[in-house]
């Protein structure tokens, strides 16, 4: 990795006061330049607490994450960005593999590693991502993020020109952010993943657990969306799979048996043929 490739962290910030010391801190140990905390609004004294912590704060009227990262993105000068959530922290040598792939290959976008995924009481599981190439199709086909944008190196040129500058105009949804971002991103350039963990996640703190129907909705109109723009045609998910979708989300993070199989039967019983073809048996085995 040349030492002229510089890297900065962006993190969108609500009443995160209890939090956002410990992911600037991760930051620049991961060996980030700046650390630019966009306060979106909050009412408690985050922006304080993350200047005491050594970041750059950008203050404005509150927003939403996609709103946030996009204000901050518009400060970085850097070479590359990673868009850390105020509740996750970095792990240095999973963002220093990320790094060297990327300044190996100018070709791609992004790169990306894996995420220790973290329960409040303490457990954890690790997300990985199923394809380590995805393409733009697959993204639209499968619907998801492969990993949590904490995980993953931007090339800051491409994805300044991917929010700012691209076709279409962007949704900028309350609610799957981080999925309209990575398709944005891979219309500019290939993504590739490793193993390597990258991030230290937690798994019930974000908007898709508190509210999984509507994070759903938002990627199911944000891939019809997309899909219709490029000329590519992914099936539309009907309510009864937008529910198993759903069902699915709290299955994988919930900590109690009973509810995970409460969860599990609620996905089986609204579809279970799609289900079946995200191999549910290779999940139950993964968050046993």
Avoid at 189 to 215: N, V, W
Avoid at 261 to 276: G, V
Wanted: overall charge neutral; charged content about 25%; aromatic content about 6%.
């Amino acid at each position: 990795m040349s030492s002229l490739d510089t890297f900065d962290v962006v993190i969108p910030a609500y009443n995160s006061r209890e939090q956002v010391s410990n992911a600037v801190s991760s930051a620049f140990a991961a060996g980030a330049d700046r650390v630019i905390v966009v306060d979106d609004g909050s009412t408690d004294d985050t922006a304080e607490v993350a200047r005491r912590a050594g970041a750059e704060v950008v203050s404005q009227k509150n927003a939403g994450a996609a709103a946030a990262r996009r204000s901050g993105l518009q400060s970085v000068a850097a070479d590359h960005v990673i868009m850390l959530d105020a509740d996750d922290q970095l792990v240095p040598e999973g963002v220093a593999t990320s790094r060297e792939s990327l300044a190996d290959d100018p070709e791609l976008s992004a790169v990306g590693g894996s995420a220790i995924g973290v329960f409040a009481d303490g457990r954890e599981a690790p997300v990985v991502a199923n394809d380590r190439t995805p393409s733009l199709q697959s993204l639209l086909s499968q619907g998801f993020a492969p990993v949590p944008p904490a995980c993953i190196v931007w090339r800051t040129d491409l994805l300044k020109r991917a929010l700012f500058e691209a076709e279409p105009e962007p949704l900028l949804p309350r609610y799957a952010e981080d999925y309209e971002m990575m398709v944005r991103a891979a219309m500019q350039g290939p993504l590739r993943f490793h193993t390597d963990p990258a991030a230290i996640y937690s798994l019930e703190g974000g908007k898709s657990m508190q509210d999984p129907r509507r994070s759903i909705r938002s990627v199911a109109h944000t891939r019809q969306y997309y899909s219709q723009h490029i000329g590519i045609s992914v099936p539309r998910w009907s309510q009864r799979q937008v529910e198993a979708r759903a069902a699915l989300r709290l299955y994988k993070n919930a900590t109690a048996w009973p509810q995970r199989i409460r969860y599990l039967s609620k996905a089986f019983a609204n579809d279970p043929r799609s289900m079946a073809s995200l191999g549910l048996k290779r999940l139950s085995r993964k968050f046993r």
